[in-house]
């Protein structure tokens, strides 16, 4: 069960975490460029998920803002 409980991804209100391992079996050259490719791949899908995180604060910002505007008239 702790091994299972392990590998799951763990979610702590906005913060995610993860492991991704993976094992190339190619020759020099292809072996770098198959890396960089997962690299961007990771980095593109983390600017996805800060993005996602920074449109909800923001909505949750603006919905604050729009409380406190009605409070005061």
């Given at each position: ?62 919905t ?10």
């Amino acid at each position: 069960m702790d091994n299972v409980q392990s590998k799951r991804r763990r979610y702590i209100e906005e913060e995610y975490e993860a492991e991704f391992q993976v094992k190339i079996t190619a020759k020099g050259d292809v072996n770098q460029k198959l890396q960089k490719v997962i690299q961007w791949l990771l980095e593109e899908k983390l600017c996805a998920l800060q993005y996602a995180v920074f449109d909800k604060t923001l909505a949750d910002l603006k919905t604050r803002v729009e409380k406190i505007e009605c409070h005061r008239r």
